[in-house]
C-alpha cells in the first residue's frame, strides 16, 4: 500500500521506517526541509531509528521524505503525527489543523486517514473529520475512513520495542475499523481495537494522566519525608515487597518530555471546557510536578549555606540534562528550570549531557562540559539529575565535595539522597 506518514519526528519517524521494512511504499512527509534534508541523507535524530535501518529502506526506495505536498497524492492510509502542544493550558490543534487540510486535497474514495497525535476525545470526530470532508468534498465513512490510534513510544526503552507495544486502534465505523487494524496487524505484534475514536483517545490520556499523579504525588511525599527524618527510598523499596495493589513510582526533579507535562492537561481543558468542573488530581498533579525543580534547588542552596559556601558564585555541576534516563530528548526538561534558578541566584552553572553529541543542533540550557574528575571536584555541588549510564558514579562520588542524588544511586558522607 501507499502510506503517509505525516510528521517526521519522534512518533512518525519510527512508524515510517517500520511500516516501510514491512513491505509498504511510504511517504514520510514533514513541513521542516532541515529535517527532511537530514532524513534524506539517511541520518536520523530519533534514538529509536539507527541510520542503517533508514538508510536501507531509503537505499531501496520503500521510504523517501518530502516537504512537497504533491508527493502525497494517491495515497491509500496517511498517519498523522503532527506535535499537539498546549498553549497557556489550551490545546494548540493548528498542526492537525493544516494536515487535515493538506490531507484533504489529496483525499480519494477508498483511502484512510488515521490520527496519533496526542488529544482530547472528540478531535478526530469532531474537528479532523469536518476539515477532511470540507477540503475534499467527500463523506466520512461513505466515501473515506478514519479513525485514531494513539501512539504509544516510549524513547530508550530496552524492554518494550516499538512494534511489541499493544497497539490501540479504532475506526468512526466498523468498515474503518478493519482497515485501520488490517494496517497496524502487519507493523505491531499486538492490536487492541476499541469501540470508538473517544474511547482511544481517552485510554491514552489515562495512561499518563496515571503516571503523573503517581509520580507528582511520590515526589511531593519526598518533600515532607526528607523533615521528618524518613528515608522515602527504602519507604518504596518496602512497599514494593507487596505482590498486589502497588505500583512503584520514585521521586525525581520532576517530569519532563512531550506527555505527561502536557497529555493530562489536555484532559483537564476538555472537561472544564465542556463540563464546567475542574479535574483537581490533574491540576495538583501538575502544580507539584512544576515546583520539583524549585524544592531542587532549595536542597542545593541550604546544603551550600550549612558549609557557608553562598549559591551567588558557587559552582554547581548539573548531571543529565534530557528529561528521561538515557534519553537525548530536552523537551519540558525539568533540568533547564533547575539551571534557570540557580543561575538566577548567581551560580556558576555547568552542565553534562552525554547523551547530545557534540554539534548538535540543539541548544543545553547551561555552559556544556563533561563530567570529568577535575571538573567534578572543583564543583561545590553537583547534582545528579538523570543516571545516564555513561556517568562513571563511582568516579562522581569519589572526587565530588557534595552531592545531591535525585535518583538514589549513590551513598557516601558526601552524598545526599532528593
Known amino acids: ?112 486517514v488515521v490520527l496519533e497525535s496526542t488529544t482530547y476525545p472528540g478531535t478526530t470526530e469532531e474537528l479532523l473529520l469536518p476539515k477532511l470532508e470540507k477540503t475534499s468534498g467527500l463523506k466520512a465513512g461513505a466515501d473515506f475512513r478514519v479513525g485514531f490510534s494513539p501512539e504509544r513510544i516510549a524513547p530508550g526503552n530496552r524492554r518494550w520495542s516499538f512494534e511489541g507495544t499493544p497497539k490501540l486502534v479504532s475506526g468512526i465505523d466498523a468498515t474503518s475499523l478493519e482497515v485501520i487494524k488490517g494496517f497496524y496487524d502487519g507493523i505491531f505484534h499486538t492490536t487492541v481495537p476499541v469501540s470508538g475514536p473517544k474511547v ?98 532549595q536542597r542545593i542552596v541550604a546544603a551550600l549555606d550549612n558549609r557557608g559556601v553562598p549559591v551567588a558564585g558557587a559552582r554547581i555541576l548539573l548531571l543529565g540534562l534530557t528529561y528521561k534516563i538515557n534519553a537525548t530528548d530536552l523537551r519540558n526538561s525539568p533540568s533547564a528550570r533547575v539551571a534557570e534558578l540557580l543561575t538566577d541566584l548567581g551560580a556558576d552553572v555547568r552542565g553534562a549531557e552525554p547523551n547530545i553529541p557534540d554539534g548538535a543542533d540543539t541548544e543545553l540550557p547551561v555552559r556544556r562540559v563533561d563530567a570529568t574528575p577535575q571538573e567534578v571536584a572543583a564543583a561545590d555541588a553537583v547534582v545528579l539529575l538523570m543516571d545516564h549510564a555513561r556517568f562513571d558514579l563511582p568516579m562522581i562520588q569519589q572526587h565530588a565535595t557534595w552531592v545531591l542524588d535525585c535518583r538514589n544511586r549513590m551513598a557516601g558522607t558526601n552524598v545526599e539522597v532528593l
Open 1 to 112: 500500500m501507499q502510506i503517509v506518514v505525516a510528521g517526521q519526528g519522534y512518533v512518525g519517524l519510527p512508524l515510517a521506517v517500520r511500516a516501510a521494512e514491512v513491505g509498504h511504499r511510504v511517504v514520510g512527509y514533514d513541513v521542516d526541509p532541515r529535517r527532511v534534508q537530514q532524513l534524506a541523507a539517511g541520518d536520523p535524530y530519533v534514538e529509536d531509528v539507527v541510520s542503517s535501518r533508514l538508510r536501507t529502506v531509503l537505499e531501496t526506495g520503500a521510504y523517501s521524505v518530502t516537504a512537497d505536498d504533491s508527493a502525497l497524492a494517491g495515497y491509500d492510509i496517511a498517519v498523522i503525527t503532527v506535535p499537539t502542544p498546549l498553549r497557556n493550558g489550551v490545546p494548540d490543534l493548528t498542526c492537525i489543523e493544516a494536515c487535515a487540510r493538506t490531507l484533504g486535497e489529496h483525499l480519494r474514495p477508498g483511502a484512510t
Open 200 to 297: 482511544a483517545e481517552l485510554a491514552k490520556l489515562i495512561e499518563n494522566t496515571f503516571r503523573l499523579v503517581n509520580i507528582s504525588m511520590i515526589n511531593e511525599l519526598a518533600t515532607l519525608t526528607d523533615r521528618l527524618g524518613v528515608n522515602i527510598w527504602e519507604a518504596i523499596d518496602a512497599a514494593g515487597t507487596k505482590p498486589f495493589g502497588f505500583t512503584r513510582f520514585t521521586p525525581g526533579p520532576g517530569v519532563g518530555g512531550h506527555c505527561l507535562p502536557v497529555d493530562p492537561l489536555f484532559l483537564a481543558w476538555k472537561i472544564q471546557e465542556e463540563l464546567g468542573v475542574p479535574f483537581r488530581f490533574v491540576e495538583l498533579a501538575a502544580d507539584v510536578n512544576h515546583h520539583m525543580p524549585d524544592y531542587v534547588v
